[in-house]
């Protein structure tokens, strides 16, 4: 892949920090060619400082340049790109060596695009990328091989569809967001009627709604309404393998991590953070700033933010069976230790 | 998209209920075009009652008609539809107002379809589908775009398979069964022997049988059977992100939620539900009319029909700490309770 | 499908056994057409007795022949192939039957291939695969239909890609492994830095590398790593939907289950298995020959080998509600428990 090189100088303004050399004179053209943590960084890569506990490693580092708050400035044995949020700083730098393969503005002749679909001037349209009628794809954006938009769908601008991306009918999305290969949004909620021992389906008529600067990732699931919308918020980032049910509504910034899931008509307020594998159930209102820990089961709202969890601690399997067994009698332990207190 | 427009007459007698109308004359010929929620209804719009918990909101209620049961008629203000079921009624509705795009019966010029295949005249084949040797295609059923079927598979009658499905090879399918985009039917499954601390693979050598009537959620993964077949028995629904693992049987109408695991060669009864995030062990039987309650492991048998969860109950992750320390010593507070009880 | 027919002796031969022949001269010739269950074998079929529970059926079988232990090879009334693992013959008789539908060295004319790609001359294409720029694939492996493989990317030798396989750019893979449909390698792992209540995306510059004789299931997904990449160690076997987020290290011949996940900067060692849905925080390390049963979340380092488990165990859920809101109150409980001790 091709090699990129960048100033220290231009480093410092694109992620807007402040550049202190510390070496030789014209260090801040020296000229870098990628990332590296502090113990591993040769003299040609950029490092950070963000998490405390790696500290000591600055006193050692080979780097050309170290992203370091004020506070550390001083310890920092190379140059330093100085900021308050040294982590953000090391963000927007991994944004500058991204080697993401660039797709030009141009429509590939397999692609099967609906006479009704409009499609913007500088779109880029990957092999095999089936698109229905009336789909409208907005400028800048870019359609990854054998991805499939069906009818009257809306994708922004700058949007990025990596390869077998699945987007169902009437589904709305905005600006700047990347969906991951095999992701699907659209598919039908899971809704049935019982019926004397069988389920009749409930045709799910609802859309989907995406905001802007959204991120999807790969294999994850956003069904379609069953009346009326499913719905995320502007800023929100969906792991590999979420499930979100019908009807759900994301708030704003939300942060979701793998294989987590939410089911229908729940509603999770801005800023939330649910870990790897969280389940919520149906029909429940999360309250903003919720941070809920991995594989919790959220089985009922919650009003105020907060960090929330259930299940038990990780044991030896065969101490854990003794717990397993007690946690039955639980109830019973608990009223023979009352009668106890009482017997006193 | 286009309109639908359906007289409340004619409503009544799709649905089976019967139209009692409140307002003026000819109000069984008022033309509808959806539906919405008791509270959010327009008067162009049916609407249900089938959630005691909504029953305040039927006295204001601006629907053309409601669907209630006959206890609620008397209490309806606008047209009613009477049935015992509302929620049937409600279901068999949204179908009459179903907005999926048709696909018509035309086989795209870019699929490519094995000479072998046998395709039903009346099939849809979306573009980029690859349909192997030796293939049937059942009357009225539909492909979408790039989705695959491997060679010796059978597809039924009036099936929707939306885009991207992968049926493998000797997986049989019935009629009238909807696969939603990114489910993989007959994938091998996971059986390997250990040998010297590697593992040798056992070539999975069974298929899939899949009945009538079955829904198959967005990226969920049935397993083809080691020896002889993993079956999901007719009216059978899965929702999105579930796995199935080989020689897994599923009895009749059972209904499974997202992210669920069923492990290899379990047996599930007829009409079993399982909620989301579930997991049932391998070479378990499930009784008939068993259901288990959201993130539940089954890790035994259940002979009987009824209700079943694991887990713990969700805390403030602060409490949670303390009760997840006090589980590891449970065994040891249970012995010293029963020397308390002793001593007394 | 075309059936397969093959001799004891060459049986013997190919699994490494030795044919103890019982009924009548030539038994070692006799063909024989598939593998099926102790109890279900025909007298065309072959079988095995691995697991000492089904050792009652041996008796009374009805198969040509049975993959027997040398202490079980008395009891064996029909022709025995002797070896001291018959779990591991079975696993090699397996493939001699293996009915995967072969796919010709072609290219299909559909398939859209970089100029710059290399691709050796006895590679299987199938239709609409899609490969970028400077790719390599190795010779014997096979593709499968709506694949997808992104610049740079190194496929090696004897490899199968099923049909819609995502792999993104930069990922190298080793030699005779397996992807099934729908797995996804390489898209972002899942890191934002937090910035004033939004997410700064950070680019995932890794890749991933991924060993020989490694097996992914159906709709798992293997994350690019941030810097560094993501390693899949030799022999690894992974179930359908696993996660493995950015930079996690699995080591040679772990086995994962459906559903499990890893989280980021997570080192697994060898030989290690998860069971279904198990869960395991990010940046721990496990030792080599950890084993962690059903849906346990592993939420610290693990030093040595052992069996791990977290959770409760199932219960009605009437019984278990009482248990779930006695845990609530367990610390409550220790402290009541140690003061009726001290006044004792």
């Given amino acids: 892949m091709t090699q990129r090189s960048i100033s220290l100088a231009d480093i410092a303004e694109k992620i807007g920090a402040t550049l202190v050399t510390k070496l030789v004179a014209n260090d801040d053209q020296l000229l870098v060619s990628g990332i590296s943590t502090l113990e591993l960084a040769s003299a040609d890569k950029v490092t950070f400082l963000a998490n405390p506990s790696y500290r000591k490693q600055l006193a050692t580092t080979q780097a050309a340049a170290v992203i370091v708050h004020p506070d550390m400035q001083d310890e920092c044995p190379v140059s330093a790109l100085v900021m308050n949020n040294p982590y953000v700083g090391f963000a927007k730098l991994s944004q500058l060596f991204n080697n993401l393969p660039t797709q030009a503005a141009f429509i590939h002749p397999s692609a099967s695009i609906a006479a009704s679909a409009d499609i913007a001037e500088d779109v880029s349209i990957a092999a095999n990328v089936v698109i229905g009628e009336h789909v409208h794809v907005g400028s800048g954006t870019r359609i990854g091989a054998n991805s499939v938009i069906s009818d009257h769908s809306i994708i922004g ?183 106890l207190e009482k017997n006193q």
């Fill in 157 to 339: 601008e700058q949007c990025i569809l990596h390869a077998n991306v699945v987007i169902y009918h009437d589904v709305v999305i905005g600006n700047d967001c990347i969906f991951h290969s095999g992701c699907v949004l659209g598919a039908d909620g899971f809704g049935f009627a019982p019926d004397a021992g069988q389920w009749v389906k409930i045709a799910q008529l609802g859309g989907v709604r995406v905001g802007n600067q959204v991120e999807i990732g790969a294999n994850t699931t956003v069904d379609r309404g069953a009346l009326g919308n499913t719905q995320i918020g502007n800023g929100v980032k969906l792991d590999n393998q979420v499930m979100i049910a019908h009807n759900v509504v994301i708030g704003d910034n939300c942060a979701i991590a793998g294989t987590a899931g939410i089911a229908g008509s729940t509603t999770l307020g801005q800023n939330c953070t649910l870990a790897g594998g969280v389940g919520v159930v149906g029909h429940v209102n999360i309250a903003d700033g919720v941070h809920i820990t991995g594989m919790t089961l959220v089985s009922k709202s919650i009003k105020e933010s907060g960090v929330f969890s259930s299940g038990t601690a990780m044991m030896p399997a065969s101490e854990w069976r003794k717990s397993a067994t007690r946690f039955r009698q639980l109830d019973d332990m608990a009223r023979r230790l009352k009668k």
